[in-house]
C-alpha cells in the first residue's frame, strides 16, 4: 500500500512536469541549466542514484552516500543525446510497481518527464544503459565526495 501512495505521489510529479524530484541533485555549473535528469531508486538495498547533465556536458552524480562531477566528453554527449531524441515513450506507468524491491525509474529530457518501475520502455534502454554506466564510474572514482 505505502508502495502505490509513494508511485502515486512521483507519477503525479512526473506528469506535471515538476522539477522537485531533482531538488538534491542541483545542475553543477551556473551557466547551464539541468538539459538531461535521471534517477533510479529502489530494489532491494534501496538505492538512490541521480544524475543531471547540463547544455554544456556538465555532470554531476549523486548516490551511495558520494557526490561526483564531472564533464562528458564530446563523443559521449553526442551519443547520449542521439539516444534520449530517440525516445517517444513520455507517458508515467505504473505497471510493474506492485513487484516487490522493483526499481523505479524516472527520466527528463527537453521539458519531458516520465516515471517507470520495474522495467523501462524499450525505446528508453540505450539511453538508461549510458546513464548508469556514467553513474557507476562516477562513483566508483575515488574523487567523488563523501555526503554529509
Known sequence: MMRKMLFAAVLAMA????????????????????????????????????ITITRDGAARVRGAARIAEFRLTDGEFRSLRRELDAVSTWRSSSAGCDIADHFTYTLSHRGRQATRCHEVPADWRPAVVRLEGLIDRALADRAAVPRG
Open 15 to 50: 506528469t506535471a512536469g515538476s522539477t522537485t524530484a531533482w531538488a538534491e541533485a542541483p545542475a553543477p555549473s551556473a551557466t547551464g541549466s539541468a538539459r538531461i535528469a535521471f534517477q533510479k531508486s529502489g530494489g532491494f538495498a534501496g538505492i538512490d542514484q541521480t
